[in-house]
């Protein structure tokens, strides 16, 4: 069981290496393009290594790489959403092939994640999007399982823009406010600030709804 674990995180840190490579080509836009929309409903790592790379190496543009990733991952995620709506369930109600292939291969794919994930939808559906779309959340989990749950499509469209554009752009604005120098201190604490932003902000709607009313 060790072996196999530390197999899996060699292979990750493999594929880690092998996106950021792709910032140091002519290529690094359509490669965010692609990793950005893959990472909304298979891909194991996140755009925002690619984007911090290509940011730091041109901070002029950082803001077009945050519009492609957050363009990409919205697709993507409505992918996602096809993929949970169309692709994960038999006409006898079991789990098709396709849908076994992401619980055996892509990590994070469980029963009790998604029976999680869908809990969720039926509390709040909107920040349940938000939070994984903004978070280090799988967010892949919660596209897929938003189809999966049927959820108002428009309403996941919205959702996910707002919380990938708002993550994106976060990271490109403080890039190319402090360059270079800050991207140890994006590695080590924006997810961490990402979550503490999300807390706080669902405790605002717990507030309102509980509270005011």
């Not at 959403?81 to 109600?93: D, E, P, S």
């Not at 897929?144 to 976060?170: K, T």
Request: hydrophobic content about 55%.
């Amino acid at each position: 069981m060790e072996k196999e674990t530390i197999k899996k995180k060699n292979c990750l840190r493999k594929i880690y290496d092998w996106v950021l490579s792709w910032a140091e080509t002519p290529w690094g836009a359509t490669a965010l393009f692609i990793l950005a929309f893959a990472e909304s409903s298979f891909f194991p790592v996140p755009p925002d290594v690619l984007l911090i790379a290509l940011a730091v190496s041109k901070q002029k543009k950082a803001f077009k790489y945050a519009l492609i990733a957050t363009i990409a991952s919205a697709l993507g995620g409505m992918f996602g959403y096809f993929i949970g709506f169309r692709l994960w369930y038999t006409g006898t109600g079991e789990y098709t092939a396709f849908a076994s292939l992401f619980f055996h291969y892509i990590p994070g794919f469980t029963e009790t994640a998604f029976t999680k994930v869908c809990k969720m939808y039926n509390d709040n559906a909107f920040l349940a999007v938000f939070s994984a779309g903004f978070t280090p959340i799988p967010y892949k989990i919660f596209t897929i399982a938003a189809g999966i749950s049927r959820i108002d499509f428009f309403m996941f469209v919205i959702a996910s823009i707002i919380s990938r554009g708002l993550r994106f752009f976060l990271v490109a604005t403080i890039i190319y406010i402090f360059g270079a120098p800050i991207t140890r201190w994006i590695d080590r604490y924006f997810n961490l600030l990402a979550i503490i932003f999300t807390i706080l902000l669902i405790g605002g709607f717990v507030i309102v709804k509980y509270v005011i009313h």
